[in-house]
Every structure is written in structure tokens, then in C-alpha cells.
């Protein structure tokens, strides 16, 4: 991990939405960084937070009307403060995106190429014979196979995977610093998934650029994450290296999820309960009515601030590390682990798995 | 191909109906022949034959499709020419502000639904929402009578009677056409531009629409570019029948207030004056254009998505 200036630096990121039923707050007081030629995992379940986060960035948010407030730096320039232009130079120039659905993500009326040289001609001053041509180059490089032939081939003549490929090929256009891939994979069958998966690595090999990916999936936040943000309801929960986070998860959330992986815990299962009411989050901390750790303070005031665990940038949003607490109660009771530092060093217990 | 097929089973049916809806001239010379004391079942008899209408069905159906295809419409008495030169001449003066009033509306409609949905739920929305709506429900005759009355005759800026004998592309042309085609645009602006706010409002928040915007693509590219074309394939069907509709609607209204000897008038003198033949071949221009756009529109759909392909058809 680079220790300069960070190339997106994110601070108190809120986003709300005015709905019928109140104010929604998705993202609330959001802080991350993120590196270059880092990639930083967004996890939790479905209505977290974490799409609203990775599109509160460059304000790709379509409707209800979004109200976006904090900081967000990208090479030290607030993203907030630039002008309508400025931004739009921003998204796909030097961010890019790319979603969740390869099936609705591309206009169905334009054939893939047209849609390739858009972005192209959108941020380099280039004629239509030279983006054409960078444009079958991007497609042969994401793996389209006779790119030449396919350049004028409409989206619906092109499978899920193929797709998200042409989705890679148009968000690599412009040369982007950072890649913002909103479950890529989701979408996708198994098979297609880790060549998408191994793609995206081989790229970023090559372009040298950031990702910052979002998932639910922490079988695939295992695979490319270097550094891990764990969210739920809006809030960030807990963030470390990937290692830390797999082998001594603090947050009693994030033990959770990793219950629920298949090969983990006593048996799959899954988390009791359900995400509070979003237009009306309960106070204290936000997992506390599902937490079984939970004890009062923990439903008193805000979220309990980020706490350093002891190892290195690992930090948890939990009472239990805070001053007054032991943090190893809730490390004994649940999974204890490998003997980490600062942990106390316990036994694992209840059959998990020993990596 | 199926547009052949319509038309065919349009005119047989309309062929049925008239053929079973009892003859007033026969009936009336039936009156006639009892008050002078004859047979009134003998001159029924007569007339019939004289018409052909004793031969067998099939015959009569058989010569009544090869003069509606072969465009012998037969004579109009109220006119006292043939109903294909009367429809001609009248189509000479419904074409000229038809055919403005379409562009203009197509053009307005649209642009007004988008910039609609460019802004959409702010004043700028309403205030639009608000002309469609009060140009839809004010009344076209009534607009329009009151418009001849402040600047035809208060201010005197348009000739109040329409002149048939100005050539098409003159000034006094255009100006005797003003008046018509605001009122037609008026009324069928806001329709149109319901239909495309409503249907360019359901691409907002597509995935290829935030794709666009995360490629850096301006609000008016995406609304003409990325909302517009797949917005189209639905909208162009509401416009077709939208327009169908007020066009047969309002061109006896418009043409009667500003005295245009169009097609409206035409049928409306045929029903007054109780001309079938006129009615009919009124109508068969109306029934034509109705299966021409509908043919036209889904020419266009391919056009417009390449996902719809008719195949062999």
C-alpha cells in the first residue's frame, strides 16, 4: 500500500433521498481512501449502502433526486466543487464505471462500437477513423473475439459476459485512473465470473489503475481485494487488509457474513433479522438488533467511532473495542482467533476453518 | 403485406354494412309510386335492377371492390362530379396545413416532453404540463373563432375568408394558414407532449442511461441520444394514433371556422346533404391514411430498434 497521498480520498459521505415517506439516508458519514493500483472491496448485503457509495463518487445517481454531501478528493481536487464540465471530464475520463446488469447497461438501440467511440470521442479530441480503430483494439484486449466483425454488432447479439466485456472495453477507453465495478460479476454464471474476475486483474496489471469493487460476494472480495470496507445500513462497520478481515473479523457483523460462508461456521447459516428502516435508523449502533453481542450502550447515541483493533489499519465500529470494554469477549464467544496481535490470542473454537 | 390484407377487410366490411342497411331512395320511391297509386313493390323492383342490386351478392360485392380499387367512386350528386375528383381537390387544400400542423407538432410535442423530462417535478415540468394541458382542453373551434376575431378582424393582420386561388408557396398563403395550424398545434401539441414525457420519463433511470452518464456524456446528449431513440419505438405508436385521431377530428372543425374546402368539410357536406357516395369516399381517404401510418410506423420500429426485425414477412 502507498503511503502518498491517496488518489480517492472520501470524507463523511452522506447521501439521502427524499422519498414519500421521509428522508432516506443510504450513505451515512461515509470515510475511505483509496490508493493507486489499489483495489478496495466494498461488502455487505443487498440495500447497505455500498451502490449508492461507489455512484455518490462521480454523482451518477439518477432519480429520486439525490442529496450528496462530505468530501470527496480524487488527486487532491474536490470533486464536490467542480463545475458541471469538470465533472463530466471526470466520469469516464479519469473514473470509470461499470455495473452490476451487462444485460440493461448498454443502449440497445446503438451498435457496441458506436457506443465504444462515444466514450472515446467524449474525452480525447480523436477523428472517427482513430476511435473506431481504439476501439476494436479495446475490444480484442478484453477478449471479444473477431472484434472487427463484432464493432458493428448490436447488444443483443452479444451474451451476458460478452457484454460485460464491451461494458470493460468502454470504461478502459479513456484510460481511466480508478475503475469503480459495481458487481460486475453478479449478473453472471459461475464460469463467466472468474474470467471476468481474472480480466479485470490482468488489466488493472497493465493500466496500473485503481478498483474499487462492489460486492456482496466475499468469495470474489477474496480473490481481488486488497483492502476491505465492510458496510451495513449506510454505515462503515469495519476496514482492514483483506487477510485481517478473512482471518480475525472484528465487527460482530462481519463475523456474521463470514458464518454465512459455505465451508465456515457450524453450518450456513444466515443472519437473523433484518436492515433497519433506512428513513428512521435506531440509535446507537446499527446492527445492535441483530447483533448477539449487543448490550446497552450499544443502542444509545450514534455509531460508535472507528477503533483501532491493534493491527495494522484495521479499524471496527464497535463498543466492545472502545475505552470501558474487552474486546475479546466478543472474540471468545463467537470465533476467537489465530492469535493475532492485540487479540489476547484464544483458541479457535466452533469449527472454523483454519485460514 | 397485412396493410393489404386491413384494407381489404375494412372496405368488404364497409361494403356489408351499407349493402344491409336499407335503401332510403329505394324506399322513397316506394312512398312515391303508392301515393300516384301504382305498385310500389313493381318500382322498388325497377329501381333495384336499375342499381344491380338484384344480381347475386357475390357479383355486387365483386364490382363494388374493382371500383374502390380501381378509384371509381362513383358521382355526387350534391357536388355534381365524380367523388375522386372531389376528394382530389379537397385533399389539395387539407395537405397544406396538415402537413405543417404534423411537423410542427411532432417537432414541439417532442421537444417540450423532453425538456419535460429534463426537469422533471420542477416548475419548469408543471409550467409545461400546464400549456399541454390547457392547449388540450380549450376548444378548437371556439380558440379558433376567437382568434379570427382579434386578428382577423380586430387587428386585421389575417384575411378572415380563406382564398383558394393564392398559389401554395405565397406569402398570402402563409398567412391565411397561420391561424388553422396554431389552433391544430395548439390542440395536439399537448397530447404529444404527455406521451413524451411520460414515455422518455420511463428511460431515465435505466442502467444504459447512468452507463452514459458515467461515460461523461451532457444531459442533452443523453436526452437525445440515449433517452430519445429507445423512447421512440412506444412513442411513435401513441403519435400515430394520437394524430389519426385528431386529424380526422378536427379537420371538419378547423376547416368549417375558417371556411377551408378540405376533406373535413367535404364529408361534412356529404352527411349534410346525405351523398353516400361522397360520404364513402370520404371516408376511404381517412381509412387509408389510418393503415398508411400504422404501415409507416412499423417500417419505422426496425428503423428505430434494431432488436425488431419482421423476418420473411
Known amino acids: 500500500m502507498s503511503t502518498n497521498e491517496p488518489l480517492l480520498s472520501v470524507r463523511d459521505l452522506t447521501t439521502t433521498f427524499t422519498t414519500d415517506e421521509g428522508t432516506l439516508t443510504a450513505v451515512d458519514g461515509l470515510d475511505f481512501d483509496i490508493h493507486e493500483g489499489e483495489t478496495v472491496c466494498i461488502v455487505g448485503e443487498s440495500g447497505s449502502g455500498k451502490t449508492v457509495a461507489s455512484e455518490s463518487i462521480t454523482r451518477i445517481l439518477s432519480m429520486p433526486p439525490a442529496h450528496i454531501d462530505g ?82 454488432d448490436y447488444p443483443h447479439e452479444f451474451s451476458g459476459g460478452m457484454k460485460q466485456r464491451v461494458m470493460i472495453a468502454m ?67 469495519e476496514e482492514g487488509d483483506v487477510y485481517t478481515i478473512f482471518k480475525e473479523p472484528a465487527h460482530p457483523y462481519t463475523q456474521a457474513l463470514m458464518e454465512c460462508l459455505p465451508g465456515r461456521g ?30 446497552e450502550d450499544c443502542k444509545k447515541g450514534e455509531q460508535p467511532t472507528l477503533y483501532d483493533t491493534g493491527t495494522a489499519d484495521h479499524r471496527v465500529s464497535c463498543v466492545y473495542y472502545g475505552p470501558g470494554y474487552d474486546e475479546s469477549r466478543i472474540l471468545d464467544a463467537e470465533l476467537s482467533t489465530g492469535g493475532a496481535a492485540g487479540n489476547g490470542g484464544t483458541e479457535r473454537t466452533g469449527g472454523m476453518n483454519d485460514d | ?90 385533399l389539395y387544400y387539407t395537405v397544406q396545413y396538415s402537413v405543417p400542423w404534423t411537423i410542427l407538432t411532432l417537432f414541439f410535442g417532442t421537444a417540450a416532453g423532453l425538456y419535460s423530462t429534463a426537469h422533471q417535478y420542477s416548475w419548469k415540468d408543471n409550467l409545461m404540463t400546464f400549456l399541454a394541458f390547457f392547449g388540450f382542453s380549450i376548444p378548437n373551434f371556439w380558440f379558433g373563432i376567437i382568434l379570427l376575431l382579434v386578428f382577423g378582424v380586430v387587428l386585421g393582420w389575417v384575411p378572415i375568408t380563406y382564398q383558394t386561388d393564392v398559389g401554395v408557396f405565397t406569402w398570402a398563403n402563409v398567412k391565411q394558414l397561420i391561424l388553422p395550424v396554431f389552433v391544430l398545434v395548439t390542440g395536439s401539441v399537448g397530447g404529444i407532449q404527455r406521451v413524451a414525457r411520460n414515455e422518455s420519463a420511463e428511460y431515465l433511470n435505466t442502467d444504459f442511461v447512468k452507463t452514459a452518464r458515467a461515460k461523461g456524456a451532457n444531459s442533452q446528449r443523453i436526452l437525445t441520444r440515449h433517452i430519445l431513440r429507445p423512447a421512440s419505438v412506444p412513442m411513435s405508436t401513441t403519435y400515430v394514433g394520437t394524430l389519426l385521431a ?57 428503423l428505430l430498434d434494431p432488436r425488431i426485425d419482421y423476418g420473411d414477412r
Open chain 1, 71 to 152: 468530501e470527496v478528493r480524487f488527486r487532491g481536487q474536490d470533486v464536490g466543487a467542480l463545475s458541471d464540465g469538470a465533472l463530466r471530464d471526470l466520469r469516464g475520463g479519469e473514473i470509470g464505471h461499470i455495473f452490476q446488469n451487462p444485460q440493461d447497461a448498454l443502449n440497445h438501440c446503438y451498435s457496441v462500437g458506436w457506443q465504444i467511440v462515444e466514450a472515446i470521442q467524449f474525452h480525447d479530441d480523436v477523428s472517427k477513423a482513430e476511435a473506431r480503430e481504439r476501439a476494436i483494439e479495446l475490444l480484442d484486449r478484453v477478449g471479444i473475439p473477431e472484434a472487427t466483425a463484432r464493432f458493428d
Open chain 1, 171 to 237: 470504461a478502459l477507453a479513456p484510460e481511466p485512473d480508478l475503475l469503480i465495478a459495481d458487481e460486475p460479476t453478479t449478473a453472471l454464471d459461475v464460469t463467466i465470473q472468474s474470467q471476468i474476475l481474472d480480466l479485470l486483474e490482468d488489466i488493472q496489471e497493465e493500466f496500473g489503475m485503481s478498483i474499487l469493487f462492489i460486492t456482496h460476494d466475499l468469495g470474489v472480495v477474496a480473490e481481488v481485494a486488497d483492502r476491505v470496507l465492510v458496510m451495513y445500513a449506510g454505515k462503515l462497520m
Open chain 2, 246 to 302: 385528431l386529424f380526422t377530428g378536427s379537420s371538419v372543425l378547423v376547416e368549417t371556422v375558417f371556411s377551408i374546402p378540405g376533406l373535413g368539410r367535404l364529408l361534412l357536406q356529404g352527411l349534410t346533404s346525405q351523398d353516400t357516395p361522397l360520404v364513402l369516399g370520404t371516408s376511404f381517404v381517412f381509412i387509408f391514411l389510418t393503415i398508411i401510418g400504422n404501415l409507416l410506423q412499423d417500417i419505422v420500429y426496425t
Open chain 2, 1 to 90: 403485406m397485412w396493410a393489404v390484407v386491413v384494407t381489404f377487410i375494412i372496405v368488404s366490411l364497409t361494403w356489408a354494412l351499407l349493402r344491409f342497411t336499407p335503401d332510403r331512395d329505394i324506399i322513397q320511391a316506394g312512398q312515391a309510386a303508392a301515393q300516384a297509386g301504382q305498385n310500389a313493390t313493381a318500382e322498388q323492383e325497377r329501381l333495384r335492377e336499375l342499381r344491380g342490386l338484384n344480381e347475386p351478392l357475390w357479383v355486387q360485392y365483386g364490382s363494388y371492390m374493382e371500383n374502390v380499387f380501381t378509384l371509381d367512386w362513383g358521382f355526387s350528386e350534391s357536388r355534381s362530379q365524380p367523388v375522386t375528383e372531389a376528394v382530389w381537390t379537397s
Open chain 1, 266 to 295: 457450524e453450518s450456513t447459516k444466515g443472519i437473523q433479522g433484518s436492515l433497519p428502516d433506512p428513513t428512521n435508523p435506531p440509535d446507537g449502533c446499527r446492527f445492535a438488533d441483530r447483533c448477539p453481542h449487543a448490550v
